[in-house]
């Protein structure tokens, strides 16, 4: 194998199967790596092969150098993911046993049908935004909007034109993320992002639709809301979605380049991309349904906790998970220097925090549920989330202790 080219340290060696060839590598450099950290390779993502590599990783003056060997032993299982699963045995809430189970169907429908197509629409605009409609994500979050709605009174209607309108607003900012000038992503959703298959033109026409429609179920949701309560709520939504919130996280994203590479900026950019759009989910519809104060407080506690560990999974998919698993271009952070928690902190690192997350969003939970037992059904949510942290950790293997790297 090659030597690699000449860089100062981090960097993080990546793995690729190409053919007859065991291995192709390439090296990206990654903020964040100690000199002896372990370099973690992933089932899939980095190659297929029915032996378990073991990577040397030489570090002369100026030249670094890989070399690698296989060996047929079993992996040695990570101590980080020991101490995860220790960790949910004692701290991670009891599933619901009855969860409200709500027709998937039904909200793929209204994702469809809620932003209607008039005759005589421009034919490309008009099949993009199709495309975006015959692609549709887990629809998690319009349902986990439309329970939370409901559960604080909020009358069946204006609960789905809310669920609608912020799967809208969530699928727009992912036409806008992949976009060559943000991301430069090319699959989402399993299928070839919109502005590959229509143009950056089109994709942003189509964003922009889907924004203004997301506004107007919005506005109409909140309308048969209590008065009182209106300005606070339209307010809320102003907050999470611009300057202060979704926009923000955006801009603090593209500029991570110049910034501080530390978990406090990646936090902090993921509390204005990612967290904003959980705060919509979770507190917006109680906040409409005239829930207590403490109620709105612990649903923001709420939002904090499982949306910064909602971002730490991502970010563990970026570099453990294939394309193919996580239904998007991934590597994608390493490659545009972007923010990603477990290049700053290490894998094991990363997992710790999101599992501490996960701990103090139970605790959180907890207490919401002496006052909202109707609020069961979060469970789920919460366990879904540790469930998609164990599928993207479990194929990561680490050298033995002793190896030398």
């Known amino acids: 194998m090659n030597a690699l080219s000449s860089q100062r340290w981090p960097f993080v060696i990546l793995l690729y199967y190409a053919g007859e060839e065991p291995f192709n590598a390439f090296r990206t450099p990654l903020h964040g790596f100690r000199k002896n950290e372990q370099i973690v390779i992933c089932e899939d993502v980095i190659f297929r ?17 890989l070399s690698w060997e296989t060996t047929s032993e079993t992996p040695q299982r990570p101590p980080y993911l020991e101490q995860q699963e220790d960790n949910r045995m004692r701290t991670s809430v009891p599933a619901a046993q009855c969860m409200n189970t709500l027709n998937t169907e039904q ?9 209607p197509l008039p005759a005589g629409l421009d034919p490309p605009f008009e099949e993009s935004i ?63 992002c919109v502005h590959f298959a229509f143009g950056e033109a089109g994709a942003i026409l189509t964003a922009l639709a889907l924004i203004n429609r997301a506004y107007a179920l919005s506005w109409r949701a909140v309308a048969a809301s209590s008065q ?4 606070r709520a339209l307010a809320y939504i102003e907050q999470c979605l611009g300057v202060q919130g979704l926009l923000n996280g955006q801009s603090l994203d593209l500029h991570y380049a110049t910034l501080p590479h530390n978990r406090e900026t990646t936090e902090r950019v993921a509390r204005g991309k990612t967290v904003s759009l959980i705060r919509l989910t979770l507190v917006l519809p109680a906040m409409l349904g005239g829930a207590s104060e403490r109620e709105i407080q612990l649903l923001e506690r709420i939002a904090l906790y499982w949306g910064l560990a909602y971002q730490m999974v991502d970010d563990l998919k970026d570099l453990l998970a294939s394309t193919a698993e996580a239904g998007k271009t991934v590597a994608r952070d390493m490659l545009l220097d972007r923010p990603n928690v477990a290049s700053v902190m290490g894998i094991p690192g990363a997992v710790h925090r999101l599992t501490r997350f996960l701990h103090l969003g139970d605790r959180t939970l907890g207490h919401l549920l002496k006052s909202r037992p109707e609020m069961t059904f979060l469970e789920k949510l919460r366990g879904d989330l540790e469930e998609e942290l164990d599928r993207v950790t479990q194929n990561a293997c680490v050298m033995p202790s002793g190896e030398q790297r």
Request: aromatic share 12%.
């Open 130 to 192: 199709r495309y975006v409609f015959d692609n549709p994500g887990s629809l998690v979050r319009p349902r986990m909007v439309f329970q939370v709605a409901t559960a604080y009174g909020l009358d069946a209607a204006p609960a789905k034109d809310l669920a609608i309108a912020f799967e809208y607003f969530h699928t727009a900012s992912l036409v806008f993320d992949d976009l060559p000038c943000m991301d430069n992503a090319s699959d989402r959703r399993g299928v070839a």
């Open 107 to 115: 909200f793929a429908d209204a994702f469809n049908t809620f932003l």
């Open 49 to 65: 092969f029915p032996l378990t590599p073991r990577i040397r990783l030489t570090l002369e003056s100026q030249s670094p150098r």
């Open 228 to 231: 009182q309560g209106q300005p």
